[in-house]
């Protein structure tokens, strides 16, 4: 079983970046598909970006393409979102999710898919 635990949430102004990371113990993140989800008050939990367990191929929700990036550091068993060109409407809690099944294409993009998850870091996007 995987430990999940993501930092680097805070108030920023519009156009701004920021990077979140989280960081996996227990198991190494090489066995796992990694998903970062945003939920905002009264909205459901929502995809932004995947990565599979190979970490070949990577997703994006359509409203962070080109501003987003996912990435993983295997080494330091750390999964990264960085977020560029901030905007208001990305405002939420930001969740890391863990998938321990082996999928065949472009890694899930369901939370109900995902077995581990964070505590969730809130970021604040100021206009």
């Known amino acids: 079983q995987v430990h999940l635990v993501e930092s680097g949430g805070g108030l920023v102004q519009a156009g701004g970046s920021l990077r979140l990371s989280c960081a996996a113990s227990g198991r190494t993140l090489s066995n796992y598909a990694m998903g970062w989800f945003r939920q905002s008050p009264g909205k459901e939990r929502d995809i932004v970006a995947a990565i599979n367990l190979s970490g070949t191929l990577t997703y994006y929700a359509d409203s962070v393409k080109g501003r987003f990036t996912i990435s993983r550091d295997i080494a330091k068993n750390t999964v990264y979102l960085q977020m560029n060109s901030l905007k208001p409407e990305d405002t939420a809690v930001y969740y890391c999710?863990?998938?321990?099944?082996?999928?065949?294409?472009?890694?899930?993009?369901?939370?109900?898919?995902?077995?581990?998850w964070g505590q969730g870091t809130q970021v604040t996007v100021s206009s």
């Open positions: 999710a863990a998938d321990p099944r082996f999928r065949l294409g472009v890694p899930a993009t369901i939370s109900t898919s995902y077995d581990y």
